[in-house]
Structure formats: C-alpha cells, structure tokens
C-alpha cells in the first residue's frame, strides 16, 4: 500500500490486517481498521496530492491568479516587485517571498509558475530556465514575438528544461492539435469581451466602447499581432496558434459585446483533412480583471495538480 507512510497514526497490526485482508469486513468496508485507515487518508488527502504531485511549487506574481494559484496549492516561494513584498509574506507566512529571480531558484523549487504577464515572462522566464528550472506559462502571448519564443526554446534546450503551457480559458487543444498532425487548412479564434474589458487598449481609441449597442469587432488579424496589441486580453491568440497553425496564420477576430454582462466567451474553429472543429467556452470574468477570466487561474491549479500541461515546449 503505497500511502501506509502517510498513515502514522494507525497502529501497525491493523494496517497489516487492513493490507493483508482489506475486504474481510465486505464491500463497505465497516470495520474498524478500515474506517480508522480511510479517516487518515481522507484527512491528508488534499495536502499529501499537492506534496506528492507538485513537488516544490514557485510562482512569479501574487495578483488576481497568483493570489487563487496559492490558496489552491502548496506554494514554497514568490517573486514580487519589492512594493510588495510586505503584503505577500503577510499573506503566505510559510512560503519565501522574494523580489529578484535568483533568490527564487535559490529555494530550489521543482517548477515554477509565472502569473504575473508578458513583461515577467521576458523579464525571467530565461533566467528560470537556465537555472535548471520547468517553467509554466500563463501569459503566451509574449511568445507573439518569434524572435523571443526561439530563444526561450533555446534556452529549454540547453538546459534540459521544459516551457509547459496551461489550456487557459479555452478547451478543446487536444482536438486543434489531433486536427493538426492530419493537416490543417484554417484556424479562427473569437474572443468576445464586454466593452469594458477593452478599456485601455487601442480598442478604446478606436470605438466608444460605452455607446456600442451590438457585438462589434474591434480587432481582425493574425495571433501574433493581437498579442502584440492587446497584451493583456489575448494570450490565448497565442497558445491557440502554437497548438494549431501557427502565428501568421491563425485567424484572431477580438469583438467588445455589450450583452455579456458577467464574464467573457472564446470560440475555436478549425477545419482540416480529418475534420472540423468548434469549441466554445463562456468563463465568468475575475473579479478585479474584466480581461481575464476565473478559470484562467484554475487552469494553472489544474496543470500543477496533474503533472499533465497541454503543451509542452520546445
């Protein structure tokens, strides 16, 4: 049994009895050494998967989804800008909080997540992975710039690491990458916000995001231009171009909704030689981040839960 060494507290001669016979007491399982043994897994259960499967977890940003990564996960260390160290070690009291790259590595973490945008991932991500270190990333749309994602390939290589990206807000890159190896002919991605989200963004000079009336498209291009304008709304322009056709010829159309109220809908279309593909996904929004949706963090939660990433570069 492999979880008798989590289980200290139960006395030897039942977990033998309990490992030897474990169905003597039939199917339910109403005796007292089973129930003893299933009280003491069940206790430890969620703390021993995040030890077990995760290893030692650092992340890179305590916002909006670092702050939901760490309630969610054991996390060992962070990387924050020095105005926020105070209010980060206040809120992880076991974890190292510390505000440059390579204190971070110094805690020897198994992994580490970045939540914190394109601007960290350049900032860091090379350091990270050169210091021998998997490096998880949310904000893919730095890899719009093709220059950038080859050399952080490259630094992946040398050191015998990998860039793991999480799904995001989006389902079904499992399917846009089977379509993929038959050949693909074409790859849309709509992502539909509410006007608001758009704020701060060319989008805002562009339109009167407060007077739009119907679904209006604001932005029509390739990924890797969309990543470049809207950084903060369109990482997932990228991530579906890496898993699909690529950054020149994914089709990005970025649309403000005023009838999404509560939260943000991305949509995938592809066809190819072995068929056609449509995935749609509605995501209430973060609370603090229009331009972002909850399950964004989650799908962080998820990856680091499972060991599984749905992409793993180079």
């Known amino acids: 049994m492999d979880n008798v060494a989590v289980v200290a507290g139960i006395a030897a001669q039942e977990l033998v009895?309990?490992?030897?016979?474990?169905?003597?007491?039939?199917?339910?399982?109403?005796?007292?050494?089973?129930?003893r043994v299933g009280a003491e897994l069940a206790k430890d259960a969620p703390a021993r998967f995040n030890r077990l499967v995760s290893g030692r977890i650092a992340l890179i940003g305590f916002g909006a989804i670092g702050q939901v990564v760490a309630s969610e996960v054991d996390v060992a260390a962070v990387l924050v800008r020095d105005r926020y160290l105070e209010s980060a070690r206040r809120a992880l009291p076991g974890a190292a909080v510390v505000a440059s790259v390579e204190d971070l590595?110094?805690?020897?973490?198994?992994?580490?997540?970045?939540?914190?945008?394109?601007?960290?991932?350049?900032?860091?991500?090379?350091?990270?992975?050169?210091?021998?270190?998997?490096?998880?990333?949310i904000s893919t749309g730095a890899f719009g710039d093709r220059a950038f994602l080859d050399r952080m390939c490259g630094a992946a290589r040398g050191a015998g690491r990998r860039i793991l990206v999480p799904a995001g807000a989006t389902a079904g890159?499992?399917?846009?990458?089977?379509?993929?190896?038959?050949?693909?002919?074409?790859?849309?991605?709509?992502?539909?916000?509410?006007?608001?989200?758009?704020?701060?963004?060319?989008?805002?000079?562009?339109?009167?995001?407060?007077?739009?009336?119907?679904?209006?498209?604001?932005?029509?291009?390739?990924?890797?231009?969309?990543?470049?304008?809207?950084?903060?709304?369109?990482?997932?322009?990228?991530?579906?171009?890496?898993a699909?056709?690529?950054?020149?010829?994914?089709?990005?159309?970025?649309?403000?909704?005023?009838?999404?109220?509560?939260?943000?809908i991305g949509r995938i279309e592809a066809s190819g030689r072995l068929g056609?593909?449509?995935?749609?996904?509605?995501?209430?929004?973060?609370?603090?981040?229009?331009?972002?949706?909850?399950?964004?963090?989650?799908?962080?939660?998820?990856?680091?839960?499972?060991?599984?990433?749905?992409?793993?570069?180079?």
């Open 244 to 264: 699909g056709l690529g950054l020149e010829r994914t089709q990005v159309d970025l649309v403000a909704d005023p009838t999404l109220t509560t939260g943000n």
């Open 173 to 242: 890159l499992d399917g846009l990458m089977a379509l993929r190896e038959g050949g693909l002919d074409w790859v849309r991605y709509t992502s539909s916000k509410p006007p608001h989200a758009w704020l701060d963004t060319p989008a805002e000079r562009a339109f009167r995001l407060d007077a739009l009336q119907e679904p209006t498209v604001i932005h029509s291009g390739p990924a890797h231009e969309a990543a470049r304008l809207y950084p903060k709304n369109a990482n997932l322009a990228v991530t579906i171009a890496l």
């Open 17 to 35: 009895q309990w490992m030897n016979n474990p169905t003597s007491c039939g199917p339910a399982r109403t005796c007292a050494p089973c129930r």
């Open 105 to 137: 590595l110094a805690t020897g973490p198994d992994i580490v997540a970045e939540c914190a945008g394109q601007p960290a991932v350049r900032e860091y991500g090379e350091a990270v992975l050169a210091g021998g270190t998997d490096l998880m990333v």
């Open 276 to 314: 056609v593909l449509t995935v749609e996904m509605a995501g209430r929004a973060a609370p603090d981040n229009p331009k972002t949706s909850q399950v964004t963090a989650y799908s962080i939660v998820h990856t680091l839960r499972s060991g599984r990433a749905v992409m793993a570069l180079p």
